[in-house]
Structures are given as structure tokens and as C-alpha cells.
């Protein structure tokens, strides 16, 4: 098949989905609508006029958690008279100490790190979009690495790990959940929302028009 | 080709950009002329298609599947108690929470540890494999293939995070203690060596098989 490329419509009006580079007309959706790729399938853009309110408002929110849930404490053992209450960042700190540093470098990115990181930066992208000021120069390679580090953040994992740990140990000790844990359960149900409703092609057109529709 | 009311081609048959001689974006989708090297949107890098791709999948792959040898044969826990030291492997540690008669969570890890990266090894190889051989069929099951090895590969690394936690929270003087064994870094290492193979594989390769432009 050849195109000549002065029958195709400007560049601009067309996005090519992603995984299987077919071009689509970028057309207006009406609000609460979804449009898929027509070859592969595959989610291209959704329309969800508050979407951008959602995502920056839960995103303080989480910002807020996250430090709770680092700072409390987050689990306590007891067995025999003795306790070892720990919060995440003691934890790593104390993992850290000896020979897994390496393991505690890793965990520490992937739990608190990265995830932070992530919320900060779609703030940074999108608060202003809010506020109805134009975006940042910086705002694109902010939302760009929130995008990019999305397989990276790994808290909803990390929340399954705690359960496992938890059944485990209960056979050997008595442990509490301290508010640390709660902060944590709370944030992973704000992460996993906002990544629902967070769709790339939707956020780089509002950072295109500078508004939140 | 039929054309629509503003004159233009319209898109009416399934056109991608690299046959129209175009460049597409594949983390925004913006669309740019052939011979453009970054988004204008999203300032990210574009390659109508990412040949050396199927090269970054096969070395992280094959990473990926080294590191989880030793992942399996060494200890992920080394358990301290008064009475006893002890030592437990993945599949070890599987064996033990069925003794103790938890089997969803046995299940949960056996998935997460086992099932998920193998699993994930024969997929990705499939997959880069299909595309090397040019197969042209079934498209669409290979590339939910893809959407699924690419969501679920993440969740291996449970197991990590259940030695660190217990790690970090079994340390009562004397009494008991918890720490990890070489395993739990060579299978961390795994899952990310076998996500990055993930990453690097460009799904555009699968639909190219039945395009006439090569």
C-alpha cells in the first residue's frame, strides 16, 4: 500500500496507537467516552472532564500518606516479652545496616522512592492546569517520567508482601498494625485509582490546550 | 480510496504511520513527519520502529533467566530461633506455609515466585520469536500476550518484599531472627532483568508481518 501524503489529514489531528502504529483521527470524545485502537484494540484516549481535578487533589492527598506511612510505625512484633515496633523508614535503615544493602536500596526505591517521586512530579505537571495557569516549561518531562516509572512504583506489590509476612509470622509472634499500616493500605487505593483514571493521550492533550478539559 | 467531507483521505482503511512515511510517538502518540528524531510533545525519542529491540529483549531475557538459577537453589530466609537455625528456598518456603495448612497464601507466592516468572521467560521468548519468524497469525492473542506479560511481570516480586518485611521486623535479640539469604537479591534481580526485556519489546513489530512495507 502507498499513501500519498497530501490525501492524509494535518499531522497534528492524527495519533498513532502505540502498539500497533495505527494512525486514528484525534477527534473530540463526548464526556465519559472511551476510544480504542481499531486494528490491536488496544485504550487510546478517554474523555473524563474531571479527571485532572481527581488525579491532583488525591495526589496531595497521597503525598500526605506516603509520609505518614513512612514516618509511624507501621508493624509491631511481640514474642516472649520482647518488641520490635518498626516504622518503614527504621526498617530500612536497620535492613540496610549489614550485608543486604543492596536489597534495602532496592526495596526503599520501589516502595517509597519511586512512588513518591511519581506523585510529586504529576503535581508538578498538572497543579497548574487546576489553578488555570499554563503549564510549566518542565511540566512535559514531568508528566513524561510519571509515565515512565508507572511499572516501577510498586506499592500495591508491596502491600500483598505485607499480608504474606503477616500470615507467616503469626504463627510464631503476636503482631499489631500500627497507623503507618493504614496510611499505607490508603495510598495504594488512591494509587490504583489514579492510575485507572490516568490516560497519557488524555493528559498530554490538556497539557497541549492548558486546560483541564 | 474513499475520501471524507473535509477532503482529505480520512483514514477510512487501516493505515499506520510508517506506511503513510510518517513517525508516531508511542508514549503520546503525537504524529511527526519521517524524518523527525524527538517528540515535539513529549520531548521523548522516536524510532519508526525500534530495531535493535528484539537484541535488548533476548539480553535481558537471557539475564533475567541466569539470575533466576541461583534465585532457586539459594536460601531466600535464614531463620534464627533458640533451638534452631534454618534455612528456606522459595519452593521451601512454599512447602512450609502448605504445612502450616496456608494455602491461599502458599498459592499466592507459588504464582508470584514460580508460575508468573516462568511463565513470563516462554512468553517473551514466544513472543520475540513470532516476530523473527514473521509470523503473520494470530496477531491479536499474541498481542494480549504482550498486555498481559507486561502488567502481571511486576507482581514477582512479592516474595522480596515478604523477606524484607520479615527481615526487618524479626529481629528480637536472641530469641528469634530473620534475614535474607543470596536468593532474594538474584530474584529481584530477575524480575527486573525480565521487565526490562519486557519494555524493550516493541509491540509494533507483531502487526508489521502482514504490511506490505518493510
Known amino acids: ?213 | 480510496m474513499e475520501s471524507t467531507g473535509h477532503g482529505h483521505h480520512g483514514l477510512t482503511t487501516l493505515t499506520t504511520a510508517r506506511e503513510a512515511g510518517l513517525i508516531a510517538c508511542t508514549r503520546c502518540g503525537q504524529v511527526h513527519a519521517g524524518d523527525a528524531v524527538k517528540c515535539k510533545r513529549c520531548h521523548g525519542p522516536l524510532q519508526s520502529r525500534d530495531t535493535r529491540s528484539l537484541q535488548k529483549v533476548w539480553a535481558w531475557l537471557i539475564a533475567g533467566m541466569i539470575a533466576f538459577i541461583p534465585a532457586n537453589l539459594y536460601p531466600m530466609l535464614l531463620t534464627r530461633t533458640l533451638l534452631e537455625r534454618s534455612e528456606s528456598t522459595i519452593v521451601g518456603g512454599v512447602i512450609e506455609l502448605l504445612h502450616y495448612g496456608n494455602y491461599g497464601i502458599a498459592a499466592i507466592v507459588f504464582v508470584a515466585s514460580v508460575v508468573i516468572p516462568v511463565g513470563k521467560f516462554i512468553a517473551i521468548a514466544y513472543l520475540a520469536w513470532g516476530v523473527q519468524r514473521g509470523h503473520r497469525l494470530r496477531q491479536h492473542q499474541r498481542h494480549r500476550l504482550y498486555d498481559i506479560v507486561e502488567f502481571i511481570g511486576r507482581w514477582s516480586m512479592i516474595d522480596v518484599f515478604v523477606v524484607a518485611i520479615l527481615s526487618a521486623l524479626v529481629q528480637l535479640n536472641g530469641i528469634a531472627a530473620i534475614n535474607p539469604g543470596v536468593a532474594a537479591l538474584s530474584f529481584a534481580l530477575s524480575v527486573v532483568f525480565t521487565m526490562l526485556s519486557a519494555l524493550a519489546f516493541d509491540p509494533r513489530l507483531i502487526w508489521d508481518a502482514d504490511r506490505t512495507v518493510s
Open chain 1, 1 to 213: 500500500m502507498h499513501i500519498d501524503p497530501a490525501t492524509l489529514p494535518p499531522l497534528d489531528d492524527m495519533i498513532a496507537c502505540p502498539h500497533c502504529d495505527t494512525l486514528h483521527m484525534e477527534d473530540d470524545l463526548p464526556d465519559g467516552a472511551r476510544a480504542y485502537c481499531r486494528r490491536c484494540g488496544a485504550l487510546l484516549l478517554t474523555a473524563e472532564s474531571r479527571a485532572v481535578v481527581w488525579l491532583v487533589s488525591l495526589a496531595s492527598a497521597a503525598v500526605v500518606l506516603m509520609v505518614a506511612a513512612v514516618s509511624f510505625p507501621f508493624l509491631d512484633l511481640s514474642l516472649q516479652g520482647q518488641h520490635n515496633g518498626t516504622s518503614v523508614i527504621h526498617a530500612i535503615l536497620v535492613f540496610g545496616s549489614g550485608k543486604a544493602i543492596p536489597l534495602a536500596i532496592a526495596v526503599a526505591l520501589f516502595i517509597v522512592v519511586l512512588p513518591l517521586v511519581r506523585l510529586l512530579a504529576l503535581l508538578h505537571a498538572l497543579a497548574p492546569l487546576v489553578r488555570g495557569v499554563p503549564p510549566t516549561p518542565s511540566a512535559r518531562v514531568a508528566f513524561a517520567l510519571t509515565d515512565q516509572l508507572r511499572p516501577w512504583a510498586m506499592a500495591e506489590i508491596f502491600m500483598v508482601g505485607v499480608t504474606v509476612a503477616l500470615v507467616k509470622v503469626a504463627g510464631m509472634a503476636d503482631v499489631t498494625v500500627g497507623p503507618a499500616f493504614w496510611a499505607f493500605v490508603a495510598l495504594v487505593l488512591i494509587t490504583i485509582f489514579n492510575d485507572q483514571i490516568m490516560n497519557r493521550f488524555a493528559i498530554w492533550k490538556a497539557l497541549d490546550t492548558g486546560t483541564t478539559a
